[in-house]
């Protein structure tokens, strides 16, 4: 019976707590994260042309632009740069490629202290470790249903 | 006369004084509205050393140097410091303290440590075992987003209701040497779970145990809030001091024109971008020992209860789905001549 009690006190006391505190309002992150993440994007696109005006190949193009922004993402870690654009443009600047260069390089650099093993060496992929960890385990499924579906044509 | 009131309280028979405060402060800390108030404000946040850990700790020792001198009282004569962080097994507190070569008492209260160091130090003192104590508290921001969040170059959208950890450190030394002001007692909290599983709203987690230690000083000692001429909070924030507030409505009392909040005066909320407000075992050690005892020694406020709160939580509690309790620990200053 006072377990009863208790949870329904405290529902009640989570619904108010909910109802008396702030949050971010949903549509004006929805559009700064677009602003932010089409401007990643289009930071892209400018590699990828200019490398292929430079020669290069379809193929090469595309993995250097990667490159180069993983490399710019890194460079505005270590100066402190990217968490602001994250504060302002949320989701926009986490789910580009930048966004996973900067989950691997801020807990190298917090944890340089704690040494090479087991401070970075453990702990680069505390963040990142999850998204790696999934993200190759639903490939491996995707992987799987598209050779079922190459099977049954 | 018995010392002891009701189920949680004391007073003391021959109430302790608080001879002198000392506060150390960070950057952030420095520029907030209390600013000029702090004994030192360091710009470097990592105080000249190299990790944040040591910075932790350096503030913690330039406090008790810095209190020591105020107070002109040599380390010999300090019986007993009682201290924490918020560091697992109180590292900033072993390393910063160490040097002194004075007993120790290592103290984990969450954010109301410095409530807890406080009231153990003015029963020590009051039962005789002590003529003069430090309690002391610290917390850095830097340090506290490393063990509980993320490391501080990753990006990441803090809520509405999150608060942002003071870097500083409060140190107070009680004893029977007179100045003007006195510990008259002190109501112990206990722990309260209103079953809030949001760590990043930690005003609602533990404005529960402010209320229940405030109403349990009111009804231990029989007065109400014209008793008091302010109450403080330790570190509730915005939204926590409308839950207190609220929260004490509800049982008839109305503190709302007398109370507020460490963590509201310490940061500048507008420009300062700190959200809910200040939080840390820090803010409410600075905001005694730079505010607090300043208007109490200055007479504005005669009788003030400070009640630091704490959100009793780790990293491992959370991730393995457990709420968020709190606990507070009041302690009645009084102003004497």
């Known amino acids: 019976m006072a377990d009863v009690l208790k949870e329904r006190h405290d529902k009640e006391y989570n619904k108010y707590v909910s109802d008396v505190t702030p949050k971010h309002s949903c549509l004006l992150n929805c559009i700064k994260a677009f602003i932010t993440g089409g401007t990643i994007c289009m930071i892209g696109q400018i590699f990828m042309t200019l490398f292929l005006n430079a020669g290069m190949s379809n193929d090469k193009s595309a993995s250097f632009t990667t490159l180069s922004l993983i490399l710019l993402s890194v460079l505005l870690t270590g100066l402190n740069i990217y968490p602001l654009i994250t504060k302002w443009g949320g989701a926009g600047s986490l789910v580009p490629i930048t966004g996973f260069a900067n989950s691997v390089v801020a807990p190298a650099i917090e944890y340089k202290k704690e040494g090479q093993v087991f401070g970075i060496g453990c702990k680069i992929f505390t963040i990142a470790g999850p998204v790696i960890l999934y993200g190759i385990l639903s490939s491996w499924v995707a992987g799987i249903i598209y050779y079922i579906i190459l099977k049954m044509r | ?337």
């Open chain 2, 1 to 337: 006369m018995e010392q002891s009131k009701g189920q949680q309280s004391i007073l003391f028979k021959e109430p302790p004084y608080v001879i002198e405060g000392a506060s150390v402060v960070g950057d952030k800390e420095g520029k907030g509205p209390l600013g000029e108030m702090f004994d030192h404000v360091s710009e470097d946040p990592m105080f000249g050393m190299n990790t944040w850990e040591e910075a932790e700790s350096c503030l913690q020792k330039e406090a008790v140097e810095i209190l020591l001198s105020k107070s002109r009282v040599s380390k010999v004569d300090v019986k007993y410091m009682f201290a924490g962080d918020l560091l697992g097994q109180l590292i900033a507190t072993s390393f910063g303290l160490m040097k002194f070569d004075i007993p120790l008492f290592g103290l984990y209260g969450a954010c109301s440590t410095m409530g807890e160091a406080m009231s153990l130090g003015a029963m020590t003192v009051n039962a005789g075992y002590a003529k003069q104590v430090i309690a002391l508290a610290s917390s850095h921001f830097a340090s506290a987003e490393k063990q509980f969040r993320f490391p501080l170059e990753y990006g990441s959208q803090r809520p509405l209701s999150a608060s942002w950890t003071v870097t500083g450190c409060g140190a107070v030394l009680i004893g029977k040497t007179k100045s003007n002001i006195r510990i008259m007692g002190i109501t112990t909290g206990k722990i309260v779970d209103f079953g809030v599983k949001d760590s990043m709203n930690m005003g609602a987690c533990m404005a529960p145990a402010a209320s229940s230690v405030i109403y349990q000083n009111f009804m231990d000692l029989g007065v109400d809030e014209s008793y008091y001429d302010m109450i403080i909070t330790g570190d509730l924030g915005y939204i926590g001091r409308t839950i207190l507030i609220d929260l004490l409505k509800e049982k008839g009392y109305d503190i709302s024109n007398k109370y507020t909040d460490c963590g509201i005066e310490i940061f500048d909320q507008n420009s300062q971008d700190t959200h809910a407000g200040g939080s840390g075992c820090g803010c409410s050690a600075v905001t005694l020992c730079a505010y607090i005892l300043n208007n109490i020694k200055k007479k504005k406020w005669k009788r003030v209860l400070f009640v630091p709160t704490g959100a009793l939580l780790s990293t491992v509690s959370y991730n393995e789905g457990k709420s968020v309790p709190g606990i507070a620990h009041a302690v009645i200053l009084e102003h004497c001549n």
